[in-house]
Structures are given as C-alpha cells and as structure tokens.
C-alpha cells in the first residue's frame, strides 16, 4: 500500500519556468491538500479538495494552481515561477470521517 | 483568528531525561485536537488525536493530554529516536469545509 505519492522529490528552477508537481493516493480518500512548510514557519495550506471535480483556496493560494480529475490524482501548477516559492512541498489526504492527514514525502523546489 | 502555538520552539533532553512540550490553542468549539510527528526530510506522520478536555493517550513513551485551552505531549524517558519534530494541530471550518491549522513545531533532540 503505497498511501500519497509525490514526485519529484527534487527540483531545481529557474524564475519565470513553470512546473507541476504530481500527488497520488491510493487510499480512496476523497480530502486531499497541498501545503508548503518554510523553515520556522510551519505548514501553511495553499490548495485543497474534498472531491473530485472540486477544489478550493487555502491561506496561500497565490502563484499557484490546482486540478482534481479523479479521485486519486491532485497536482499542483506553478506558473511562473518566483523566488518566494522556494519551499519543501506536502501533499496530503484524508476520509470524510477523520481528521487524520496522510502525508507525502515531499517535494523540495528551489527556484534560482 | 484562530491560532496554534507550540512551546519551546526547540528542547534538547539527554537520554532518560522525562519533559512535555506545550501547544496552545485559540479556537472556538474545538472539534479535535491533532499531534504529529516529522522526521527530517520526511512528511509528518499521524500520532494523537484528542476530542475533550482531560482525554489522554498514550503511545510507548508518549503521552498526549487535553485540556481546554492546551495540550500536552509527555515524553518519558526519551529514547535518542524520539527525537524529531512534533507539530499539533486543530480543525478550522472555511467555506464550508475543515482544515487543519498547524502550529509551527517543536524540534526535540535527544543525546544519549
């Protein structure tokens, strides 16, 4: 049972370049969640869902886009990319009935 | 707003030596109280959840407790792999949907 699934695990930037990173659960959960944690900052949510088709802003949604076509698979798209995303990237997901997150290993993305 | 709040930022145990690590929360109508544990490098891993002030749960030398503005997390006789960060979190309701707010962790290092 592989639970959330992200890759890559490393990336390296250029400002202005755009990329994707791909997040999978095989756990049939229908909440899943993008969030960022900067050193000494936490984890701050940018995107999340709680189905399929269905996608919602977070507290740090700027520069950033999302999709959910199915169930399973929820990526998240940089779009011109800045400095300031520079960050280590967590996707995560849950049940309906609790509030259990299950983690991805993250993604470190340095933007240059 | 609401607001999680973890105490001390960072704590430094010799092997054997008991302590707790504290958050706090700001929340109306707490609906959970949740501790996770992050390994470096490593997305955080799902220990505790709390429902109601004076619940108590335990997990080898963990021990979680709640009380009505705060949680503690007791580490007995901490073992060199008890160290890691450890973050809590609380349910926030937005837009119709819950969230977890996270506080900004604890790191605790364990020296044998």
């Known amino acids: 049972n592989a639970g959330v699934t992200q890759t890559p695990k490393f990336r390296i930037l250029k400002i202005g370049q755009s990329m994707t990173l791909q997040c999978t659960q095989d756990?049939?959960?229908?909440?899943m969640y993008w969030y960022r944690q900067d050193p000494g900052m936490g984890l701050k949510l940018i995107y999340y869902?709680?189905?399929?088709?269905?996608?919602d802003k977070g507290e740090v949604p700027n520069g950033y886009n999302v999709s959910r076509s199915t169930t399973e698979d929820f990526p998240l798209r940089l779009e011109l990319a800045a400095p300031s995303q520079t960050s280590v990237y967590f996707c995560?997901?849950?049940?309906?009935?609790?509030?259990?997150?299950?983690f991805g290993e993250g993604s470190r993305l340095t933007v240059l | 707003e609401d607001q999680v709040t973890q105490s001390p930022e960072a704590l430094r145990l010799q092997e054997g030596e008991s302590s707790s690590l504290n958050c706090s929360y700001t929340?109306?109508?707490?609906?959970?109280l949740f501790w996770y544990r992050q390994d470096p490098g490593k997305g955080p891993e799902f220990l505790f959840t709390?429902?109601?002030a004076g619940e108590e749960k335990e997990k080898e030398r963990l021990k979680a407790t709640l009380t009505k503005k705060e949680s503690f997390l007791h580490i007995t006789a901490p073992k060199p792999e008890d160290s890691a960060t450890y973050l809590c979190?609380?349910?926030?309701?937005?837009?119709?949907?819950?969230?977890?707010?996270f506080g900004k962790g604890t790191k605790l290092t364990v020296n044998p």
């Open positions: 995560a997901s849950r049940t309906l009935n609790t509030g259990e997150l299950f």
């Open positions: 756990m049939n959960h229908n909440y």
């Open positions: 869902s709680v189905g399929a088709g269905i996608t």
């Open positions: 929340v109306s109508g707490l609906r959970g």
């Open positions: 709390l429902y109601s």
């Open positions: 979190a609380v349910p926030r309701t937005q837009g119709g949907s819950e969230k977890l707010v």
